[in-house]
């Protein structure tokens, strides 16, 4: 059996896939990026294989991609994460029209066609506002986890106001809701709901094609999905592990690729 | 050396050291024998307005400005948003914008502005000395920027302000916004005779008219060469060719220019010599020019076999330019100069983008969203999803600025590009 693999190195995470010939995947693992994108790819890949109980020499082909896509030795291709993301949302869930994707360092918002092609998308501008990033500072602030701060979010009873989407402003703005004892499950309720008002920005740019499916690490939190959903009026698909969307989407180039001939 | 002026475009500055070679890259095809016609002409220009200083009355003027009313006075005109691409494309616009911030001019407001200004404060010009004006002259037909960009300049210098009010078009131009911009133009002929002690010849200027719009009409031509396939130049040799219909209507000189491009690109055209050796996709540009990266980005794009054969800033020059008239001199430039793609609405936009992409044979569209410029950049987004929708070609965004490269991010850019290249290839 030939299996295909997918690495995605970002900003803060790599993940990594392997998938078969048939219609699975097979293993995949999470790690995190550090100081080294080469290492990480490594380490990831070394992951996959090992959850997926293969040997290296049974991948026959690897495409890399993500932010550090161009410093990964192992791979035969490289692919910008906006396909990646399309086609990955589009095999988990085959009539996704638009994929929103927010990483550590980028947001996104893809207009997907017919066999995941990429229609349409855009992207966050030079600025932190509405990334994990923005996130992952906040958690860090009011010292949560970014897994809690879904789960936390949920139970707040009334919420906070964040006016900036600034990543150092709403710090600031954080840190005098504190000082004034606001709950801190109102204050990231608030955090959420001024991420999914700046993502949501960009999804009226693209346009409103549903069924809508998320990726990427903020996918987890439960609290800007509800708020997505909220907005959008429906239900927001989301794989049960969202962040390996787009190393999944590379696999499956890799895939594709290998069956066109290398 | 740097006496002899413009050192900068002459490549003076670099006599007697040695050049690195530069790689010529394989994908492009052979360059332009005009380029070294322009290079002379541009560098002459800039030359000239050094010694123009006491000779002559100097005007500054903004790119939009109907400068066709300065020229039976026999004023210098230059042009700072010229220079200021000048400055973008020779990577000094961080240098120059931060001469400006340091005086209290915030990032926000447009480069070339900031260029001007931090020139102002510095002196600093890749092209030796600029000639002080005797005179402003501004339309607010492009930006609103302008007005209070030249109304520092008329404070710091004491030196008078002519503007030119043009009434935003929405739907359709009344014959009161016409007479109201006549108006302006018969009451600026006492001043510019007062300015310049000379007397308003109404036949010369009548006959300035008329090369303008020769030299336009036949910009219109040079562009119109590049629907052949492959097309015979590249936007990126459109965007440094633009500069004598800017900086020079109304000459001769720009009208010669002109004809002699347009003789080389048909004698291309005839024996099929592209741009780029390999013309694969045809795409269009949107927004000025980001004057910093045109070499990167005209190797990138003929690396992938895509070529850029139309833009609305290179356009803009030749768009409405049919509307003058020598018979109507002041109706027609009231029409021609109101009517201009910044000044218009975006049904106007999109109906023109539209006509483009369909006679140009274009198969990709990349937008430039410019910090600098809020007229060109807003309804940007508005115009892709309809473009995307309407003629389902792939489009893109990139976000940068026209001259300051702090507020570009090659990372940022790579990616949208590249994403843009794999949809376009599928």
Known sequence: ?262 | MKDMGVPGIMRFSRMGKKRRPRKKNASLGPPLECNSRLRELMATHYLLSRYAQGAKPVAWVTSGAPVEILRPFGFYTFYPENHGALCGAQKMGPELCAEAEEHGYHQDLCSYARIDLGHYFSGKTPVGRLPKPDLLFASNNICQTVVYWYKALAEYWKIPLILFDTPYNFREISKADISYMVRQLEEMIPLLEQISKRRFRYKRFREIVGIAKEASLTWGEVLSTMKARPSPMTIFDAFTHLAPIVSLRGLPAALEHYRALLAELEKRVAQGVGAIKNERWRLMWDNIAIWYKMRDFANLFAERGMNFVTATYTNAWTETIGYLDETKPFESMAKAYSLVILNNNLDHRLQLMERLIQEFQVDGLVIHSARSCKPYSVGQYDLKRLITERLEIPTVVIEADITDSRAYSEEQAMVRLEAFFETLEG
């Open chain 1, 1 to 262: 059996m030939n299996y295909f693999g997918g690495i995605d190195v970002g900003a803060i995470s790599t993940e990594a896939v392997i998938i078969d010939e048939g219609d699975g995947i097979s293993g995949y693992s999470i790690v995190e990026t550090g100081a080294n994108s080469t290492d990480a790819a490594d380490e990831a890949f070394g992951k996959a294989l090992l959850a997926a109980g293969i040997h290296r020499d049974a991948v026959t082909y690897i495409a890399a991609t993500g932010y550090g896509r161009v410093s990964v030795p192992l791979a035969n291709k490289t692919v910008t994460e906006i396909s990646c993301h399309a086609l990955g949302a589009k095999y988990l869930f085959p009539n996704t029209g638009t994929v929103i994707d927010i990483g550590g360092q980028d947001s996104k918002v893809i207009r997907v066609g017919d066999s995941g092609k990429v229609l349409d998308f855009t992207m966050n501008d030079k600025c932190a506002a509405g990334t994990g990033r923005f996130l992952e500072v906040m958690a860090s602030k009011l010292r949560v986890s970014l897994e809690e701060m879904g789960e936390l979010s949920l139970h707040a009873k009334a919420e906070a106001h964040i006016s900036s989407v600034c990543t150092v402003f709403a710090e600031s703005e954080v840190v005098s809701l504190v000082a004034k004892n606001q709950p801190k499950e109102e204050i990231i309720k608030g955090l959420n709901r001024a991420i999914t008002n700046r993502v949501w920005g960009m999804v009226k740019a693209v346009g409103v094609y549903v069924p809508v499916t998320m990726s990427g690490g903020v996918a987890k939190n439960r609290g800007v999905v509800t708020l997505m959903e909220e907005k959008l009026g429906k239900p927001i698909r989301v794989y049960a592990e969202p962040q390996i969307v787009g190393a999944l989407g590379a696999a499956l180039f890799a895939r594709k690729q290998s069956r066109e001939g290398m």
